[in-house]
């Protein structure tokens, strides 16, 4: 083989590091899409028999917006792991997925990251995110009736 | 018979020609074919046939290949061919008629040498694609080589239409404009 597609080969199954960012995130719609990546099943040179998955990286993980009650039932990486297929290389698999409770990420992991998955759901933001100024002068619909007692 | 039994005793090959043979120049890969037969015996009327009708024409054909006669006692006859990569093949002509031998001794002319085996693929191609194979970088933007990470930009879901505070905000602005304009 010649050192072109030697390079090429190297190239073609290189391993991507992806980051993800959790916050407001569905953890087990999220452990969909990861799963994908941890899989390799994003690439079209996808085969069964070929180790091409990809490290995925999660961030603030602590910020996820479980649905109703699940707080008490699951957290991401157990929802990954359940999404994952049930073979032997799922040990492996989830090897590749670091998860880490805020934005702080290790510098040895970070200078590894070299692309970013997208959210599947806006960030919503919170009144008190908002700067004073625009609250104060966001366009009033309507007034409140004089007798209207907001308690 | 499953397959797993005929892997492990025929093997299996990708389609394959000895460095490019047939490719703007041809060599024969026979080297050597070595007839044997009987001089007496029935088994052997077919091969002494060819030997007499066919068989000079052959060598006369193909002067790159060597041809041998191995006449042996009461021993029923049979074709022996060696080519240029060592490969060997050996086919018993017992009680064939000179015409069978005939198309044996062609079938073994036009061999390549390596055995005969189940082909994985039926084509091969030494160039797979003219674009070159994919890589993860390909069809990506190329901002994400030397982006900082984690960017805001690239992580945030894709915003499909405008939520009502937006609406409302650009139909705030568009009112205050009639108003200040009148």
């Known amino acids: ?151 | 018979m499953t397959s797993q039994t005929w892997n492990r005793f025929w093997g299996s090959t990708f389609v394959k020609a000895p460095l490019q043979n047939g490719v703007g120049r041809y060599v024969q890969q026979l080297q050597r074919i070595t007839f044997k037969f009987c001089k007496t015996h029935g088994g052997s009327r077919g091969m002494r046939d060819f030997i007499e009708k066919d068989l000079i024409e052959f060598a006369r054909m193909n002067p790159g290949v060597v041809v041998y006669l191995k006449p042996r006692r009461h021993r029923s006859s049979c074709l022996k061919a060696e080519y240029l990569n060592g490969g060997e093949e050996y086919i018993s002509a017992h009680k064939q008629s000179s015409e069978e031998i005939k198309k044996w001794v062609e079938y073994l002319r036009t061999q390549s040498g390596y055995s005969v085996e189940r082909l994985r693929k039926y084509q091969h191609t030494d160039r797979p694609s003219i674009q070159g194979p994919w890589t993860p970088w390909m069809h990506r933007d190329q901002c994400i080589n030397i982006a900082e990470y984690p960017q805001e930009e690239l992580s945030c879901a894709v915003k499909r239409e405008k939520t009502a505070t937006q609406e409302l905000l650009e139909k705030s602005k568009i009112f205050v404009g009639v108003n200040n304009s009148s």
């Open chain 1, 1 to 151: 083989m010649s050192v072109a597609r030697r390079v090429q080969q190297w190239a073609t199954f290189g391993r991507m590091w992806y980051l993800y960012d959790a916050r407001w995130q569905n953890p087990f719609h999220s452990a969909d899409k990861i799963k994908l990546y941890l899989a390799g099943r994003n690439k079209p040179i996808y085969h069964p028999l070929s180790d091409c998955g990809d490290h995925v990286v999660v961030i603030n993980s602590l910020d996820i917006a479980l649905p109703g009650m699940e707080w008490e039932k699951r957290i991401l990486r157990k929802a990954v792991y359940n999404k994952l297929d049930k073979n032997l290389l799922r040990r492996g698999r989830m090897a590749r997925l670091h998860i880490f409770p805020y934005d702080k990420v290790p510098d040895n992991i970070l200078e590894n990251v070299s692309a970013q998955m997208r959210q599947l759901r806006p960030v919503p933001i919170r009144l008190d995110q908002i700067p004073e100024e625009e609250v104060v002068n966001f366009p009033k619909v309507y007034d409140w009736p004089k007798d209207h007692v907001i308690s």
